[in-house]
């Protein structure tokens, strides 16, 4: 039974440009979890999916947006990169709320 | 305001008894868990709590809970040099119905053979 699979592993961009990072929930989860966790601290939520819409959102800005497919599956896009955004971006999924498991995340680096 | 609070770093020796510890903000919580995180990889769920517990007990790790000082802790007996990673206490606030995860800096436990 697969775990929580995102793509890609690494990314590099430079500013400006926008990118897209992809996760595929645990078999049997519907909700998706996106978190940024930049270096040295503790994941900071973004948002959460829920019956493909968005059900609670982080202090984020509007450049942070989502989707989350028929299948659970989820994107998460980031327009107008900044060097700040570089981080690890991990997506989790659950199925009651609870108990969330974590992907292996997205490094994703913005010169 | 929302802020988990953790120690930064612990060494200990291997065989040795680690206890990690953390301090949360909202006693309305439901769910109380510790995560673990190896260099470059995501967060791996190790234990959780519910907040009707005290005391949860699984295997090599014992969680204790007190509400009353919003204390959470994380003890790992007979260490190995395997449990060297960090270490994140995080909450489920419940105000607004909230889904997210408040995590804390994480404590990076290192161990001594």
């Known amino acids: 039974d697969a775990g929580v699979t995102q793509s890609p592993t690494h990314l590099i961009k430079t500013r400006g440009q926008q990118v897209t990072l992809r996760c595929s929930p645990k078999?049997?989860?519907?909700?998706v979890s996106w978190y940024q966790q930049a270096l040295g601290q503790g994941p900071q939520f973004i948002f959460q999916?829920?019956?493909?819409?968005?059900?609670q959102r982080g202090n984020f800005p509007d450049r942070f947006s989502g989707h989350q497919f028929p299948n659970y599956s989820s994107e998460l896009n980031v327009n107008a990169l900044l060097l700040g955004d570089s981080a690890l971006y991990l997506c989790?999924?659950?199925?009651?709320?609870?108990?969330?498991?974590f992907g292996s995340g997205t490094r994703l680096t913005v010169v | 305001g929302e802020d988990v609070e953790q120690s930064l770093f612990l060494s200990v020796r291997e065989g040795d008894s680690s206890v990690i510890n953390c301090t949360y903000t909202?006693?309305?919580?439901?769910?109380l868990y510790w995560y673990k995180q190896e260099p470059g990889a995501g967060l791996q769920l190790l234990t959780y709590?519910?907040?009707?517990?005290d005391m949860k007990q699984d295997q090599r790790l014992t969680v204790l809970l007190n509400k009353k000082d919003k204390h959470l802790s994380l003890r790992i007996a007979d260490t190995q040099t395997g449990d060297s990673a960090i270490y994140f206490c995080?909450?489920?606030?419940?105000?607004?119905?909230?889904?997210?995860?408040?995590f804390g800096s994480g404590t990076r436990l290192l161990v001594r053979p």
């Open positions: 989790a999924s659950s199925y009651s709320g609870t108990r969330y498991t």
């Open positions: 078999s049997g989860h519907d909700t």
């Open positions: 999916y829920y019956e493909e819409e968005e059900r």
């Open positions: 909202d006693s309305s919580s439901t769910y």
């Open positions: 709590i519910f907040s009707n517990m």
């Open positions: 995080a909450e489920t606030p419940r105000e607004d119905s909230s889904y997210k995860l408040i």
